[in-house]
């Protein structure tokens, strides 16, 4: 479309609603300087390309400072025009594609398969969304479970690399030796056993994104060689005397402590550095128990048409039962119990007896489990059953079973004790030592 003037411009603009706009400087009423901030008001996602015959440094300064894409002097040549036309094209589709993301994350809580809403974990995501269309490289801290690959993915997504497949490296998964030629590959009769030129992962890469994942693991002979890849940006297969250079966007993902295997000479601090010119990190569950309900439905809507269950949901004490439970293994360990309640519940309401408790051989467990879900009655009933049990399997163990022994032991006559085993179903012979 074409206007006369910036206010007819605007006008047209307003209803069209165009991708990408071009315009001079010098016009009737309003100059293309105008046109450009009132256009960034309206949608800054709308790209500008300015041009004029009167090209002054100053003016072209301030066009892009006020966030013109591109600036061109009259005369000019059309090819250049329609080059800077196509790379703004491609700008606003991103920038509405992430805007579109942003507002579905607003409304529904969900992220390129990352679900939540809680403040925590959106400040992740914007970070996410504001790096994924640059080179930088990105790494990605969070406990085990805390959505790290779907970070990494959602990263790439929102790239302008996303038209290509994203390459994963399992870092641990691989030998030293083997990670060294996975990674840069190698040429025939490079060595014994190489019948054939290899391609390595990161050329599979060029062009797209790679990720390294567990990166921490990686031994010091192939760091060394991966921060050169960054420096230099090329990689030298095996038996291959020249380089080849490289375009490969580097993320990486690590749940340990770098800083703690740098001080332990485990992990080089230049590459440390390299990598983590952005960091983001990936919050624990227990720092988001507001996104608790929200993840938790997540999963049973997912495996309820799964396993054609449809009509299965929470009890609403569950949801606060969730929501209290620790969860070390952070939103994998969450869809792992989701996953199993909804197969194992018979009914169509999934209580919290049916959420299955942590493993009791965890010493940082909470002495008393959250129990607000229960009446105070019933809570005190189940955490005198919890504390009786305990004791008295723990005695009846001492004495290797020896009822006696143990009463002696509790400060208890023969038949209290007796009695307490029988209403907890303990049984004196599950306590004696194994015969030889
Ligand atoms: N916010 C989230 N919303 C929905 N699903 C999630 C979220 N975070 C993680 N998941 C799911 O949890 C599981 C683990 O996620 P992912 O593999 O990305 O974690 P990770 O941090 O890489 O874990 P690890 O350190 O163990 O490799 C996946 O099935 C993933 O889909
Ligand atoms: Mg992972």
């Not at 085990?144 to 959602?154: D, F, I, R, V, W």
């Not at 025939?188 to 990720?211: E, P, V, Y």
């Not at 297969?237 to 990486?252: C, E, H, M, T």
């Not at 919890?386 to 004791?391: L, V």
Request: aromatic share 6%; hydrophobic share 40%.
């Amino acid at each position: 479309m074409t206007a006369p003037s910036g206010r007819k411009a605007l006008s047209i603009l307003k209803d069209w609603h165009p991708d990408v706009v071009l315009t001079d400087i010098k016009m009737p009423d309003i100059d293309g300087l105008t046109l450009l901030k009132e256009v960034k008001e309206f949608d800054p996602t709308i790209s500008v390309i300015i041009m004029t015959g009167y090209a002054t440094i100053e003016f072209a300064v301030r066009a892009l400072k006020d966030g013109a894409y591109d600036f061109f002097e009259k005369p000019f040549e059309i090819k250049k025009i329609t080059h800077a036309v196509s790379h703004c094209l491609e700008r606003t589709r991103l920038l509405r594609e992430n805007q579109r993301l942003h507002q579905k994350l607003k409304n529904h809580g969900e992220f390129h398969g990352l679900i939540g809403k809680s403040e925590k974990l959106a400040q992740a995501l914007d970070l996410i969304s504001r790096v994924a269309d640059t080179d930088v490289t990105v790494l990605i801290r969070g406990e085990s479970g805390t959505g790290k690959e779907l970070a990494a993915q959602a990263l790439h997504a929102m790239s302008s690399r996303a038209p290509h497949r994203m390459i994963t490296v399992n870092c641990p998964a691989l030998p030293e030796q083997i990670l060294e030629s996975e990674l840069f590959g190698y040429m025939k009769g490079a060595f014994t056993g190489a019948t054939r030129n290899k391609q390595g992962l990161f050329l599979a890469a060029n062009g797209s994104t790679i990720l390294l994942d567990e990166i921490a693991d990686i031994p010091i002979s192939v760091q060394t060689k991966l921060l050169r890849v960054l420096q230099e940006k090329e990689i030298r297969p095996l038996g291959q005397n020249q380089s080849i250079k490289i375009d490969v966007r580097v993320i990486a993902s690590t749940n340990q402590d770098l800083e703690t295997k740098i001080e332990k000479g485990l992990f080089r601090e230049d590459l440390f550095y390299r990598l983590n010119v952005v960091t983001i990190e990936m919050p624990a569950l227990r720092e988001i128990p507001e996104d608790i309900p929200l993840i938790a439905q997540h999963f049973l809507n997912l495996y309820a048409a799964e396993y054609g269950r449809e009509r299965m949901s929470f009890a609403k004490e569950t949801l606060s039962h969730l929501i209290n439970r620790q969860w070390k293994g952070n939103v994998r360990e969450l869809q792992n119990v989701i996953k199993r309640s909804v197969l194992l519940t018979t009914g169509s309401t999934i209580f919290p007896r049916d959420i299955p408790s942590k493993h009791t051989d965890d010493n940082n467990c909470r002495l008393i489990p959250s129990m607000s879900h229960l009446s105070y009655k019933e809570a005190k009933q189940e955490i005198l059953s919890i504390f009786s049990k305990t004791y008295i399997s723990e005695a009846l163990k001492a004495c290797n079973g020896n009822v006696t022994a143990a009463a002696t032991r509790c400060g208890l006559e023969r038949q209290a004790l007796q009695r307490l085993m029988r209403r907890y179903g303990l049984r004196s012979v599950d306590f004696r030592y194994p015969k030889e």
